[in-house]
């Protein structure tokens, strides 16, 4: 890849060089809390100072800013662990999605499986053109080939040498007492393990930032994905008699299941030998899952079933519609025995998790059955932003404390309550455990659980986080008598 590199090439190598140092203070120093929406904030700051506001696709560009927002913001509000492991690595891909999206044409299709390739692609041309660049630069300073060829010899030489001088300066210095005070007192620095640490730092801000500048770079320049004309693939149509075929059989036994479903939920007296919770215990990630095989035969019917009859098409939607009537009635099945299963044993995150998932399907399934019937309308459009949006409301609705609060409020109604697991809830679930032992100091082992919990304050302000600055200041100016 040819480079001309300008001034103002060498400027914004600088501004990137400096993300990449607010890279590093974002995520090498401990656990990461409100540097995370200070960092998006940087990176958006440089985007639109090169690129002004020149952007395309700006309704669902908009869409997926407020969802990068949203997901940062929830390093500094909360401190669920689950969606802390995920975002770290989330936010960066739909970031780099977001950005190649906005500066792609508006004709560009971006909810097709080409758009991965395309991503994927802008990243490796980042990365080629910031190699390029470096080449070029060192060339430029080199002033002719020789010259290059002697700072890369140079480079080479300084990696070389590194190692085995530390090897050699530390044998002398175990020689020789006096050499090694000699070293000690005017080298201090060299000999410390920090240098190792700080090293790895300085490499990082250097790559990060290289990075950075390379996939800023490239942004504009036009891929041959974006250019290539597009090539009409042949698609396998699948037999609609199979399909009918199918479509009725299944229909068939999900019919007579939620025959059945409806005499236990509708008439308490069929319900013998067991009670609402142990049923509740049977089948659900069962019904889960068949309802999941529901909606993959679906979208593969819609999508690849194609017939020229009416009568068979007619048939088809009938029998597209019947599937998701039923495959809803299943899942509002496993939401009540979930719904059983809690009012039995109690709230967790893993069950209210599944069941705002369900909550998901079930809008899922609510679209799917207006596009059996207006064909115009896209699918994975919709599925794209919706799993987009679901995504980030999971993370800003706080599930934690909504299980603490419905754990404390089943407190209220039944006596119960799992002191075992709110400890494990972190931050969020030792303030659930101070809020029970206001109400009842007297609970077994609840003034002993939490006389064992040690909170200290955040370590820096790259960590600091709403939740967990609350909850350390009221259990250390907390007594347990």
């Not at 967790?348 to 069941?355: K, N």
Request: proline share 2%.
């Amino acid at each position: 890849m040819e480079i001309k590199i300008e001034k103002r090439d060498m400027l914004f190598l600088l501004i990137c060089l400096g993300l990449g140092l607010l890279a590093e203070l974002t995520f090498l120093h401990g656990v990461i809390g409100i540097a995370y929406p200070i960092f998006i904030l940087g990176f958006y700051t440089v985007l639109f100072m090169k690129f002004r506001l020149r952007f395309h696709h700006r309704r669902i560009g908009l869409l997926f800013m407020a969802a990068i927002w949203m997901l940062s913001m929830s390093f500094v509000l909360y401190d669920n662990f689950l969606f802390y492991q995920l975002n770290i690595l989330l936010i960066p891909i739909l970031v780099l999605a977001h950005i190649v999206l906005i500066t792609s044409p508006n004709t560009y299709e971006w909810n097709t499986p080409k758009f991965i390739l395309l991503v994927a692609a802008k990243l490796g041309r980042g990365i080629e053109y910031s190699a390029s660049f470096v080449k070029a630069a060192l060339k430029k300073a080199g002033k002719t080939e020789e010259g290059w060829k002697t700072w890369r010899l140079v480079f080479i030489g300084i990696l070389i040498s590194t190692p085995l001088l530390v090897v050699i300066l530390s044998l002398l210095m175990s020689a020789d007492a006096v050499f090694n005070d000699m070293m000690s007192r005017f080298f201090p620095y060299i000999f410390e393990f920090t240098w190792v640490e700080d090293a790895f730092r300085i490499v990082y801000v250097i790559i990060a930032g290289m990075l950075f500048f390379g996939v800023f770079q490239v942004l504009t320049k036009q891929s041959r994905l974006i250019k290539a004309e597009p090539v009409e693939k042949k698609v396998h149509e699948w037999s609609s008699v199979i399909a009918i075929t199918i479509l009725v059989m299944l229909n068939a036994v999900f019919v007579l299941f939620v025959a059945i479903q409806f005499t236990y939920f509708f008439n308490e007296n069929l319900i013998e030998g067991f009670t609402y919770a142990d049923y509740a215990r049977r089948g659900f990630f069962e019904l889960v899952f068949v309802t999941m095989i529901n909606f993959s035969l679906l979208i593969l019917f819609l999508k690849l079933v194609v017939t020229p009859k009416k009568g068979e098409k007619l048939t088809l939607k009938i029998l597209y519609s019947l599937l998701v009537v039923v495959s809803g009635i299943m899942l509002i099945s496993a939401y009540q025995r979930l719904s059983l299963y809690e009012e039995a044993y109690g709230f967790t995150f893993d069950r209210l998790l599944a069941r705002t998932f369900m909550i998901f399907l079930i809008v899922i399934f609510a679209y799917t059955f207006i596009r059996i019937w207006l064909e115009r309308l896209s699918l994975i459009h919709f599925y794209l932003i919706l799993g987009l949006f679901y995504y980030a409301f999971l993370n800003v609705i706080h599930l934690d404390q909504i299980v603490v609060n419905k754990n404390l409020e089943r407190y209220e109604e039944v006596g119960k309550i799992d002191i075992y697991y709110l400890e494990s809830q972190s931050y969020t679930g030792i303030d659930g455990l101070m809020r029970l032992y206001e109400k009842d100091p007297d609970y077994p082992e609840l003034k002993q659980l939490l006389q064992r919990i040690e909170l200290e304050e955040l370590p820096n302000w790259q960590s600091y986080n709403i939740t967990k600055h609350k909850v350390t200041k009221k259990f250390n100016e907390m007594t347990f008598e």
